[in-house]
């Protein structure tokens, strides 16, 4: 492996900046996160450089770049291969902000790059496209420009003589101020994740899947290279968008039982890196088809802890898909934690002990799990949960998905399909209110239907108006005594039924899935030969 140079510590010029990237030749990497700060964060970061502030320094690593399209905040340059392109590893937000701003032109519509001084206030602003810069802002994709610059403030005969001075000292201060630039050179990247990992990050601080990608993207063609694009890869599997984070635990959680180690030498080159995106890709899949079919979970969206992937994908990396009475007790864990809690100590420390149970045999892995959880008390639903970010209102979502919802309509010919349950998850929020009501069964799931948004706008008044027959009535946990009582205006009478209903689905099937009170040792047909008949 190639040496890497010591780093070289130069200061570049922010029309040096723009320069490299109109010429092509400074790029983003596809793993770097998207662009984040806001408005305010670009008008503090043009202040700091008018006062003379420091803003951090910027890593870029110098190699090879492929011709293609350069992106870099609104611009798209079409550039040819460069042999020394300065990829960015750190400051990205900062070069975004500084390039986009300094380059904007009339058709920007990110008004974190319409940047202005203006001097009746004497402070940046950022300006929408629907609004006129007023006669005293100063737009900053001028002051790169002397020509350009002076002819602004030329056609502006009302500015006073301390607004021409402080115009000059904006333009001054961008025009003469320098970042510290670290350009690393060479091809062993071992040196450049180190200083990424010390270097203080001027800015929003990263999480910790996008420090990851940062130390641990692959560059060229090969794919999955990065969490984005196993991200994208895992999204074709029809289960939702997976979190970053999500993807980085189960990748980690894929090649050892510590999950929350330190990631920054997890790898031992660009081969080693690679072959872990394809393998965690390969268990993800694994992990969505088993919450698909075998644990009855259809969208990411309603898996109730989220550290369940990354322990399943440990497990599946480890064992296959699981089989008979493993994936029975796998069920069972899942469901059991869900309404349990799966993490009661922590989701770092549910994470790190999922992991570490899982290992040697199938079998016992699951059974360890299953040992993880909380002791099991009596458990009923909480049919007052309605949002996705609890774990009870994924449960109740569930719980009335296992009735296959079918569609409602005014036009009879129309009603009565199931509802597919990814495709719902998927077009949003899968609930619609039944009745105005503010009580807390009014509130909770008892007035809440199972429907793709905008399908009905008013489910009571259908109801009045339009009779359903037995099947799609039930598929919603309603029946005609409970449409007679909307009908008669009885409205708390009727959350009371649709109430008892709902809780008794969501209980029952929760049940049938965790199988509270069952024995989780070897099932007692195995002790049998093939063949043999019990009595």
């Known amino acids: 492996m190639a040496a890497m140079n010591r780093p070289k510590v130069d200061s570049i010029s922010l029309s040096d900046l723009v320069e490299l990237a109109l010429s092509g030749r400074m790029r983003v990497p596809s793993f770097q996160r998207s662009y984040r700060w806001e408005r305010n964060d670009v008008t503090q970061l043009f202040d700091s450089i008018l006062r003379g502030y420091p803003i951090g320094n910027v890593l870029v690593w110098q190699r090879p770049a492929a011709a293609g399209t350069v992106l870099i905040g609104h611009l798209q340059i079409q550039s040819e291969a460069v042999g020394d392109a300065c990829w960015v590893v750190d400051g990205q937000q900062r070069i975004t902000s500084l390039v986009g701003a300094l380059t904007a032109t009339s058709d920007t519509v990110d008004p974190r790059f319409r940047i202005y001084f203006d001097l009746a206030h004497d402070k940046f602003i950022s300006l929408p496209r629907t609004r006129e810069p007023g006669r005293d802002q100063l737009p900053m994709s001028l002051v790169l420009d002397t020509a350009r610059t002076n002819a602004w403030i030329r056609a502006r005969t009302h500015l006073s003589d301390e607004q021409i001075a402080l115009a000059d000292q904006v333009v001054a201060a961008v025009r003469d101020y320098k970042i510290p630039m670290y350009t690393v050179t060479g091809e062993n990247d071992h040196a450049l994740r180190d200083i990424f990992d010390r270097m203080n990050t001027f800015g929003k601080p990263l999480k910790s899947a996008e420090v990851f990608n940062a130390l641990h993207s692959i560059s060229g063609e090969q794919k999955p290279g990065d969490l984005r694009m196993l991200g994208t890869s895992v999204r074709t599997f029809g289960f939702g968008e997976l979190p970053e984070q999500t993807l980085m635990q189960s990748l980690l959680a894929i090649r050892g039982a510590k999950v929350d180690r330190d990631f920054r030498n997890e ?35 309603l898996v109730p802890y989220a550290l369940f992937i990354p322990i399943l994908a440990r497990f599946m990396a ?218």
């Open 318 to 535: 480890t064992f296959g898909p699981p089989r008979g009475r493993a994936a029975e007790l796998l069920r069972r864990w899942i469901w059991r934690g869900a309404v349990l809690g799966v993490a009661p100590q922590g989701n770092t420390v549910g994470l790190r002990q999922g992991a570490a149970a899982v290992h040697t045999d199938a079998l016992a892995s699951a059974q360890r799990l299953i040992k993880l959880l909380p002791v099991a008390a009596p458990w009923r639903p909480d049919v007052s949960q309605t949002r996705l970010n609890r774990a009870q209102a994924k449960v109740n979502i569930l719980g009335l998905l296992s009735r296959i919802p079918r569609h409602l309509s005014a036009d009879p010919d129309s009603s009565g399909e199931p509802i597919d349950a990814a495709q719902l998850l998927e077009a949003g929020g899968p609930l619609t209110t039944i009745v105005d009501d503010r009580s807390a069964l009014g509130g909770g799931m008892a007035n809440r239907l199972i429907l793709p948004p905008g399908e009905v706008d008013d489910p009571a008044t259908l109801f009045l108006s339009q009779d359903f027959d037995e099947r799609v009535l039930a598929s919603h946990c309603l029946d005609a005594e409970s449409i007679a009582l909307l009908r008669n205006g009885r409205k708390a009478s009727f959350l009371e039924r649709r109430a008892k209903e709902v809780e008794a689905v969501i209980y029952d099937h929760v049940q049938s899935r965790a199988l509270f009170g069952f024995p989780d040792g070897l099932d007692v047909t195995t002790l049998f030969d093939e063949g043999e008949e019990l009595d």
């Open 267 to 301: 790898f031992v080159d660009d081969g080693d890196r690679h072959a872990a995106f394809i393998r965690t890709e390969m268990a993800l899949g694994h992990v969505i088809d088993y919450l698909r079919d075998d644990a009855g979970i259809p969208h990411v969206k």
